[in-house]
């Protein structure tokens, strides 16, 4: 795919000199923090073993982000992405995830736990090899978007190469599913198989091909329903989407909220982009 140091400075519109000084001074280009996970509904953080639970989230800057999408746009334009993957792909999202388990009776829905940083800098590096990227130019993607020898959550690249990686994954579940008349997809680290027949005797397969593979399974976020049940943050019942009753109670406490924050432009934003997302649901997806 690409071969060689010229073709890699072309594609990324950089030079040689650039990229080596990325990689030596990486730290430079990484913003991260910890952020504490919180419950959609109260707003109050999500306690384990009466702590907050923490998430690290990363970001790019300067010159390593325009590389970072440069790449992200070559793997979209020449990568053949699995249908069944709908995180970090245009014109893919949850709610295009959710509508294709509409109509289903049985849905089976698991997390795979701490996905990003279980991927690994040599899982990255076999990627890129698998590609058709030389080893030299595998070498140097896998520095520019790995870091701490893992898969950083929060930059351009991290959720297009966990689709890549966990493809080979992926494949099985999606042929077991097949063979299995299932409806499998994956949002991001969100996996969703579902039937209109009941299968919860198949469950334990799936779990094993995720399992073998060295992924590990969130068990609270793991459920087998049949009544309304929740694909990536939508409501699916026989002849509609819905819209979980969480987020209307969101928009309604913000819009408080706003009213004594008048000026707060990202609180007004958050509020803009949650109606513009109950109107997808409820209008668009029928």
């Known amino acids: 795919m690409i071969t060689n140091i010229k073709h890699l400075c072309y594609i990324?519109?950089?030079?040689?000199?650039?990229?080596n000084h990325i990689i030596d001074s990486i730290d430079n280009y990484y913003i991260s923090w910890d952020k504490i996970k919180t419950d959609k509904d109260?707003?109050?953080p999500v306690l384990i073993n009466g702590k907050p639970k923490i998430r690290q989230l990363n970001s790019t800057k300067k010159e390593l982000k325009r590389i970072q999408k440069r790449i992200y746009k070559f793997l979209l334009a020449n990568v053949e992405l699995p249908e069944y993957a709908f995180g970090g792909i245009p014109k893919r999202d949850n709610v295009r995830n959710a509508k294709q388990h509409q109509g289903n009776k049985y849905i089976f829905t698991t997390d795979l736990k701490s996905y990003f940083p279980s991927i690994t800098h040599s899982q990255v590096f076999s990627l890129f090899l698998e590609l058709d990227f030389s080893p030299t130019i595998s070498r140097i993607l896998t520095q520019l978007t790995t870091y701490k020898y893992q898969l950083p959550q929060g930059v351009p690249t991290s959720t297009l190469l966990a689709n890549l990686v966990f493809k080979r994954t992926g494949d099985k579940i999606a042929?077991?599913?097949?063979?299995?008349?299932?409806?499998?997809t994956i949002f991001v680290d969100d996996l969703t198989l579902s039937s209109k027949t009941d299968f919860k005797n198949k469950i334990p397969e799936i779990l094993n091909i995720l399992v073998s593979a060295g992924f590990t399974i969130s068990h609270k976020k793991t459920f087998y329903k049949t009544k309304n049940p929740i694909v990536t943050g939508v409501i699916c019942q026989n002849n509609k989407l819905k819209l979980e009753n969480n987020v209307d109670k969101r928009i309604s406490r913000l819009k408080i909220l706003s009213k004594t924050n008048p000026h707060d432009i990202k609180l007004s934003k958050k509020i803009e982009g949650l109606i513009r997302y109950r109107k997808k649901v409820n209008s668009f997806y029928k």
């Open 12 to 19: 990324l519109k950089t030079d040689i000199d650039t990229i």
């Open 42 to 44: 109260t707003n109050l």
């Open 175 to 184: 042929d077991y599913a097949k063979s299995n008349q299932l409806t499998f």
